[in-house]
């Protein structure tokens, strides 16, 4: 499995926009990284995913607000959220898929109203 270390997570007012970043240390080859979130009472959801190549889906709920980004040569993903909602408030977790899948440990978002 590979390790991930998320950071950017936080309190943000409504509207506000917050920086999510995902470092995988390591010289191996991930085809897929994203994001889940998991609000309390909920099951986890798909918030973005990128390819190597670049490739990205959204879940609807984020499209046009979120946007996902990777840089291949630091292994390194980002989920830059904008207009932020209090239903966004969760923890976010990224996700790489290396062969096998790992699950970083997840970071706190809470967006307040």
């Known amino acids: 499995q590979v390790q991930l270390v998320e950071s950017g997570g936080g309190l943000v007012q409504s509207g506000g926009f917050l920086r999510l970043s995902c470092a995988a240390p390591?010289?191996?080859?991930?085809?897929?990284m994203g994001w889940y979130r998991q609000a309390p009472g909920k099951q986890r959801e798909l918030v973005a995913t990128?390819?190597?190549?670049?490739?990205?889906n959204y879940a609807d709920s984020v499209k046009g607000r979120f946007t996902i980004s990777r840089d291949n040569t630091k292994n390194t993903v980002y989920l830059q959220m904008n207009s932020l909602k209090p239903e966004d408030t969760a923890v976010y977790y990224c996700?790489?898929?290396?062969?096998?899948?790992?699950w970083g440990q997840g970071t706190q978002v809470t967006v307040s109203s």
């Open positions: 990128i390819t190597r190549d670049g490739n990205t």
């Open positions: 390591g010289s191996f080859s991930i085809s897929i």
């Open positions: 996700y790489a898929l290396a062969g096998v899948g790992s």
